[in-house]
């Protein structure tokens, strides 16, 4: 089976421009149909053994892989335990890097992706090991559409350079190898660089890598300037604007290095800036406007900057939250203790207890790690369970919260969950325009009991309080070495916040206040709903006016209402 | 490849950001400001300001703490290497290295995505200036460690923990620059830098180079200046002033203000502390302590900010 002919010259331009230049980025593959990457790796493979000296090692970032294996791993060779780089360590030819999926693929990868392409320098620090590089690497990367709205912004504006492959049957690549190359990389025009800011929009990485794969276009067609036919080729190739024929024209000639030798239907730009096109460049927006990005999101090359967008939240710190993580793991380390097993072993206290012992054992030989070396780390307890209380004090006159309330501290008591409580709009707050958070250690510490019965003030700063909640929960759920598989967010309100974030935050109010203050509640609220293990709840009381605003902030929190009347 | 050897753009073709430049020059002037934070959204060059900067100041990179470090790299411990082959040597820490060797600047990219257990150690550190190391079987007490701490990071990544954003002494806030002038001379520098690198020399990479030596031999002046200055009772009370009308947590908000500010007039040759040195620092010191201490967030500087802050200089 064959590809189809445009993705497949598009692709295959694309690998030959990268492959010549490291600068124009990672390629993005949507949609790509199996095999599609593993024959790109291939023929990337063979493009750069004819640029480069050797040929690149092929590396796979695949899900399972963590922190370690990307930056320093322990190896065991010629008899002995050593160090060794990591598989994204660069240190002679660079290797080509394959994400099958960018959705799918690990924290440890994705934060690797972030720090390591479009940089000047990476770095590694691990295990005893220090290592610096500039990265060349060539990364290629697929992804379903689809999932791209789910995933990071940050991430994705490492991956300008994209290609919709939906339409491709089968990833059987037939890439032109790459001729003599000028040493000179042929100079950019000032109008060269006026269109790739004017195709490109407002991206500074996606204007950079027009202009750099219009560079490597104009290079690989013996070219002396890079034009600004050569951004609009280039523009082309990345779906940035779209070809078309015109009826009366002549054929193009293609000398050995056109871009689109692999094509045979759709004829594609000349590369050759000495041959002038014969194309009629059209932008896939409106014309005369830097509309292209704009144009090419609605057709799903970038749904990350649409309004659907959803992004898991904070998606590149460490998930050391999760429930597959075993017990024996949770809590934070203490120190080490003997163990029988290499479960979670403690590799440099393992070393030092075997180098203690060396001289007795084996004098002047290697070093000789036994079993009864051997040393895991200890973890200290800690709760699973958490339950984030806010307590909106001005909504209680005349309504006891208690009954609402109880099943839930009911609940954090028999789970021993740690407790955080965020009160607001009381009469003895220090701030009345702000909310106050403390955390206890289980739901029997006194203070709770003394929230609960606080006079209720004047203002409910309700924002400031859902903002705290939200930061309480990314803590324990997404930043905390601490494993929670349970969270409850109660928040005990009527949803009349009168205070808005900038106010809490500034310490004063500024008229007219309107909805800002509940408009905050909810943008707030909206921020914890991508979170994993987390239900929500409003206890609120039945009133009759406003009744609808604890269902709109359950609407954003992803939660559910208790409308209760109980009086005191 | 070491560090060193690494080409960065030269500081000087470095278009706009004109804030993070200045605190950052601010910061090496006067170290006691502690730290720049420079948060922005994403491609807008945070990373290659700080590196050429750097580049520019210590004719090499800073010390870069990686957000996956282990810990015995940052503190310090046994040269694992040597231990597996049988022989015992201790290695500095990255810390320790910011301190001894790379002029006292500690780099840490999408800080923000630190662990919480790095967090700590950094904050422990800072904090008292010393780092005791005693973990397996090194015993090192009152190891001074003093470095100047800048972070990077994106905020659509989450906020940084609050007690690590108020180490900063400065928060340069990034936004991209939609200037279609700007925008063309970010092309142009870049596009002459990759040039470079292909093996055509160009001109104007040479005299930004000359320009970047020149900058910072004027900045080392100033370091040396700014030493010998200090702030009359009358800036001191308006950094108080300040800082308490803008409600900033704690004190180190006016101890920012009047070193940043002792820093500026050193570097525009100025003899005394002024009040408008006060008024430039002010924003890029408080922006970050005026939040809630729970949620870690960073309030836009807005022009009432900047009237309420007008009014008090005017005042003074």
Known sequence: ?568 | MTATSVPILPYTMVVGQDELKRALEIAYVAPEVKGVLATGHRGTAKSTTVRAFAKMVLKDLPVTLPIGATDDRILGGWNVEELLRGDHSTRDGLLLQAHKEGGGLLYIDEVNLLDDYLVNIILDAAAGEVLPIEREGIDEQNVQVKFTLIGTMNPEEGNLRPQLLDRFGLVATITEDQRPDTRLQILRNVLAFDAEQQGSPSAEIQAARKADDALGEKLKAARETAKTLSCSDDILKLCATISWTFRAAGHRGELSIANAARAVAAIDGDTEVRPPHVAEVTPMALVHRRAPADTGGILPWTPDDAGKLATLITAT
């Open chain 1, 1 to 568: 089976m064959s590809m189809a002919p445009d993705a497949a010259r598009r692709i295959t331009a694309l690998l030959r421009c990268v492959a010549i230049d490291h600068r124009i980025g990672p390629l993005l593959v949507l949609n790509a149909p199996p095999g599609l990457l593993t024959e790109m790796a291939r023929s990337l493979t063979m493009l750069m053994s004819v640029i480069h000296a050797a040929k690149p090692e092929t590396v796979i970032a695949g899900s399972w892989l963590s922190e370690d294996d990307l930056w320093a791993r322990l190896r065991f060779s010629g008899g002995r335990f050593r160090m060794a780089p990591g598989i994204l360590i660069e240190s002679g030819t660079p290797p080509i890097v394959m994400v099958p999926d960018l959705a799918r693929t690990g924290t440890a990868v994705i934060r690797a992706a972030v720090t390591v392409l479009g940089a000047d320098i990476a770095t590694a620090e691990r295990h005893g090991r220090s290592d610096a590089w500039q990265p060349r690497a060539r990364w290629l990367a697929a992804a379903d559409r689809d999932t791209l709205s789910g995933l990071s912004p940050h991430l994705l504006d490492r991956f300008p350079v994209r290609v919709d492959a939906a339409d491709v049957p089968s990833g059987d690549l037939a890439v032109p190898p790459i001729g003599h190359l000028t040493a000179d990389w042929p100079e950019i025009t000032e109008d060269a660089m006026a269109e790739a800011l004017r195709t490109a929009g407002s991206g500074m990485r996606l204007t950079l890598a027009l202009a750099r794969t219009a560079r490597s276009l104009a290079r690989l067609s013996s070219a002396f300037t890079t034009t600004a036919v050569h951004v609009r080729q280039a523009a082309e190739i990345l779906g940035l604007i779209t070809a078309v024929p015109e009826p009366e024209a002549e054929p193009a000639e293609f000398g050995d290095d056109t871009v689109d030798s692999a094509s045979t239907e759709v004829p594609a730009a000349p590369v050759s800036a000495r041959a002038p096109t014969t194309r009629t460049f059209v932008e896939a927006g409106e014309p005369d406007e830097p509309v292209a990005v704009e144009a090419a999101a609605v057709v799903g090359l970038y749904p990350e900057i649409g309004p659907e967008a959803l992004p898991e939240i904070t998606p590149l710190r460490n998930p050391w939250a999760t429930t597959t993580l075993r017990r024996e793991l949770r809590g934070a380390r203490t120190g080490t203790e003997r163990t029988r097993t290499h479960f979670d072993l403690a590799p440099v206290p393992t070393l030092l207890e075997a180098a203690k012992h060396r001289r007795g054992r084996t004098p002047g030989g290697p070093l000789e790690i036994r079993p009864e070396d051997w040393r895991r780390y200890r973890h200290g307890w800690t709760p699973g369970k958490l339950l984030v209380l806010v307590l909106d004090h001005t909504c209680r006159r005349g309504w006891d919260w208690i009954p609402t309330l109880a099943p839930y501290l009911q609940w954090a008591y028999t789970e021993r969950a740690a407790v955080s409580v965020i009160d607001l709009g009381h009469e003895a707050a220090a701030d009345g325009l702000r909310a106050e958070r403390y955390r206890a250690a289980s739901v029997r510490d006194p203070r709770i009991l003394r929230s609960l019965r606080h006079t209720p003030g004047r203002a409910t700063p309700l924002a400031s309080g859902i903002e705290i909640a939200v930061q309480e929960l990314l803590r324990h759920l997404r930043r905390s070495r601490v494993h929670t598989d349970r969270a409850w967010l109660v928040v005990a309100t009527d949803g009349r916040g009168n205070v808005p974030l900038s106010a809490s935050a500034r310490g004063t109010v500024v008229p007219p206040v309107g909805r800002q203050g509940i408009d905050d509640a909810l943008s707030a609220a909206a921020t914890v709903r991508p979170l994993r293990g987390l239900r929500s709840v409003v206890a609120a009381p039945e009133i009759g006016t406003y009744a609808t605003l604890p269902f709109e902030l359950a609407d954003a929190l992803g939660g559910t209402v208790i409308a209760t009347s109980e009086t005191r």
